[in-house]
């Protein structure tokens, strides 16, 4: 397993962009797809975006694609997300998440470590 520490939240109006960053660490990081889940309040977590190892490989949502962006740097060992475009419906808890299938698998069941989440909150 690894553990993971996201960072990057807050508020932010609606149309406005904001950046995630998640920092892992563990001897198997690199063994791990990487990705961000989400959890308005009442609703169940979601996925929104994943990473393969080499970045060369990534999956989004669909209520996300073509406004957020996932990426890696593995050398800091850290996986980021852009949010441009931002909607008041974006408001949620995003959490960081390793999964060695994560991306093929898109609910909580290809997760094998969370992160305790950041809150944003996206203002209309």
């Known amino acids: 397993q690894v553990a993971l520490v996201e960072s990057g939240g807050g508020l932010v109006q609606a149309g406005g962009s904001l950046s995630l960053s998640c920092a892992a660490s563990g001897r198997t990081v690199r063994n791990y797809r990487m990705g961000w889940f989400r959890q308005a309040q009442g609703k169940e977590r979601e996925f929104v975006a994943a990473i393969n190892w080499s970045g060369g490989s990534t999956y989004y949502a669909d209520s996300v694609k073509g406004r957020f962006t996932i990426s890696r740097d593995n050398a800091k060992n850290t996986v980021y997300l852009q949010m441009n475009s931002l909607k008041p419906e974006d408001t949620a808890v995003y959490y960081c998440?390793?999964?060695?299938?994560?991306?093929?698998?898109?609910?909580?069941?290809?997760?094998?470590?969370w992160g305790k989440g950041t809150l944003v909150t996206v203002s209309s």
């Open positions: 998440a390793a999964g060695r299938s994560l991306g093929y698998i898109r609910t909580t069941y290809g997760v094998d470590s």
